[in-house]
């Protein structure tokens, strides 16, 4: 299988493709694998895609494509510059999405689309004619299905309730990349926060030292969180081991609810779970200063 594209999707679909017992190869026109997170994961998590069997060719530039019966000839210039080809049985174009606006015939409408197709609202998701709203993946932003279910309580509020809710209010929105380990976020990482130039303390920790990654037989793993400087706030955390898409939430909780890292530090977990790791991550011992 061939997979044109390097990003959430289409490892997710290469990592699920790969353990069903496919042949794996990504193709991806970036040079930069992951170019969001920070290189300490992204390096972690192409070595272990690797190690699994997966094939990426980075910087490359697909041209053409030719199906030649049941398989498909794909041509593309490779990372010197050369014409190459590979023969897959199956192809999946996984290069990104943009809203579904086209033929909603809002050119016969006033709603306002944005450079990428997606309808432009304000914080409370009213388009700009009056009494119309637009709901989900189709106004941009973040594509989950939860952001879409938490527009839906926003226009909610706004028509039935205390018109309090927002997208200015809504708080960071964690994410998973269903991978395995799977890789999980929310608020901040290093590459953002220097970005921003926002100062930060720093807590690390290898899925090694964590009881529930031995029992479940997978070392592979690395959690990193940040923390305010000037208060005991989380900026953000990113997590790649086992279960972290149920961790991410709780880090996720306390952001909203500003709690103090330390109130994670010092709860008591139950034990043998992943969520105890927290216990350890936002140990003193575990903090780099920056």
């Known amino acids: 299988m061939l997979i044109i594209g390097s990003g959430y999707i289409g490892l997710e679909f ?4 790969k353990k069903y017992g496919s042949s794996v190869t990504v193709l991806d026109h970036s040079d930069q694998f992951l170019a969001r997170e920070d290189e300490d994961f992204s390096a972690r998590i192409k070595k272990d895609l690797e190690k699994d069997g997966i094939v990426f060719r980075l910087g490359v530039n697909v041209n053409q494509i030719n199906d030649e019966g049941n398989q498909t000839r794909i041509h593309f210039i490779n990372e010197k510059g050369r014409d190459e080809t ?4 199956k192809i999946l174009v996984a290069t990104g999405r943009k809203a579904n606006t086209d033929e909603l015939g809002l050119e ?16 409370k998701l009213e388009t700009g004619v009056k009494g119309v709203w637009a709901v989900g993946d189709v106004h941009g932003g973040q594509q989950f299905t939860y952001a879409s279910l938490d527009d839906f309580r926003i226009i909610q509020d706004q028509l039935f309730g205390e018109q309090k809710r927002s997208l200015n209010n809504r708080g960071p929105l964690p994410y998973s990349v269903f991978i395995t380990p799977a890789l999980s976020s929310v608020g901040l ?7 921003l130039g926002i100062q930060y303390r720093l807590f690390t920790l290898d899925a090694t ?15 990193k969180a ?13 997590i790649y081991g086992e279960e972290s898409y149920e961790v991410i939430n709780i880090i996720s909780l306390a952001m909203k609810a500003h709690l103090p890292y330390t109130l994670l530090r010092d709860q008591i977990y139950t034990h043998p779970t992943m969520t105890e790791a927290l216990n350890d991550l936002f140990a003193t011992v575990n903090e780099k200063i920056i």
Do not use: Y
């Open 189 to 195: 990482n290093e590459k953002r926060a220097e970005h």
């Open 108 to 123: 016969n409408t006033t709603v306002q689309l944005g450079q990428r197709g997606e309808i432009v609202v304000n914080e």
């Open 226 to 238: 940040l923390v305010a400087k000037e208060s005991d706030e989380i900026l953000g955390a990113t």
């Open 86 to 89: 590979i023969i897959a049985d």
């Open 14 to 17: 290469a990592s699920m493709m």
């Open 209 to 223: 030292s964590i009881p529930k990654s031995a029992i479940l037989s997978q070392p592979k793993g690395f959690l």
